[in-house]
C-alpha cells in the first residue's frame, strides 16, 4: 500500500499475506492452479485486476463461465475495499453481463468504492476484454463487522 494514503492493512490481514505458499485465494493467489490467479494493482481511488482465463474456467463451449466471471468481479471489488482500510465481507454482489468473453483471452476489471457509511460499503466494478469491450458490471454491498465481533 502506498505510504500517504491514509488507508491501513489491518494486522490480521497482513499476518495471512505473508506467505505466499500459504495463501490459496481462488481470485488472487499465484500458488493456487485452480484460481484466477488475478494480478492487482491500485491506481490513484481504484483497484485493477488482470487475469488470463483458460480451459477450467469454461461454462457454454469457449465461453467462460458468469460465476468465473462474477468471482473476479468481487476479488477487485473486495480488494478496493482493502485498500481503503476496511476489513468487511461480500454481502450482496449483482452482476449484469455485457458480452461472452472468450476462454484464453485476458481481462481486465476496474473497482472502487463508492461510498462508505457505518458497516455498509457500497462498491462497483467493472470488467473489460482485451479489446477494452465491456464484459461486465458489478455492484455489491460489503458490510463491516459490528462493533465487538471477533475478526
Given at each position: 500500500m502506498p505510504s500517504g494514503s491514509g488507508a491501513r492493512t489491518p494486522r490480521w490481514y497482513s499476518a495471512a499475506m505473508r506467505a505466499e505458499e500459504e495463501r490459496l485465494c481462488f481470485g488472487c493467489s499465484k500458488a493456487n492452479p485452480e484460481g484466477l490467479r488475478m494480478s492487482i494493482w491500485r491506481q490513484?481511488?481504484?483497484v485493477w485486476g488482470e487475469l488470463v482465463t483458460s480451459a477450467h474456467h469454461q461454462g457454454f463451449p469457449g465461453h467462460v463461465h458468469g460465476g468465473v466471471i462474477a468471482a473476479a468481479l468481487d476479488?477487485?471489488?473486495?480488494?478496493?475495499v482493502y485498500h481503503k482500510g476496511y476489513l468487511a465481507a461480500t454481502a450482496h454482489l449483482d452482476v449484469k453481463y455485457?458480452?461472452?468473453?472468450?476462454v484464453g483471452e485476458r481481462a481486465r476489471v476496474r473497482a472502487r468504492v463508492v461510498k462508505a457509511r457505518g458497516r455498509r460499503i457500497m462498491v462497483q466494478a467493472v470488467m473489460e476484454d482485451a479489446s477494452g469491450r465491456g464484459v461486465a458490471e458489478g455492484w455489491a454491498l460489503?458490510?463491516?463487522p459490528p462493533p465487538g465481533a471477533p475478526t
Amino acid at each position: 500500500m502506498p505510504s500517504g494514503s491514509g488507508a491501513r492493512t489491518p494486522r490480521w490481514y497482513s499476518a495471512a499475506m505473508r506467505a505466499e505458499e500459504e495463501r490459496l485465494c481462488f481470485g488472487c493467489s499465484k500458488a493456487n492452479p485452480e484460481g484466477l490467479r488475478m494480478s492487482i494493482w491500485r491506481q490513484g481511488e481504484e483497484v485493477w485486476g488482470e487475469l488470463v482465463t483458460s480451459a477450467h474456467h469454461q461454462g457454454f463451449p469457449g465461453h467462460v463461465h458468469g460465476g468465473v466471471i462474477a468471482a473476479a468481479l468481487d476479488e477487485a471489488m473486495g480488494w478496493a475495499v482493502y485498500h481503503k482500510g476496511y476489513l468487511a465481507a461480500t454481502a450482496h454482489l449483482d452482476v449484469k453481463y455485457r458480452a461472452p468473453l472468450n476462454v484464453g483471452e485476458r481481462a481486465r476489471v476496474r473497482a472502487r468504492v463508492v461510498k462508505a457509511r457505518g458497516r455498509r460499503i457500497m462498491v462497483q466494478a467493472v470488467m473489460e476484454d482485451a479489446s477494452g469491450r465491456g464484459v461486465a458490471e458489478g455492484w455489491a454491498l460489503f458490510l463491516r463487522p459490528p462493533p465487538g465481533a471477533p475478526t
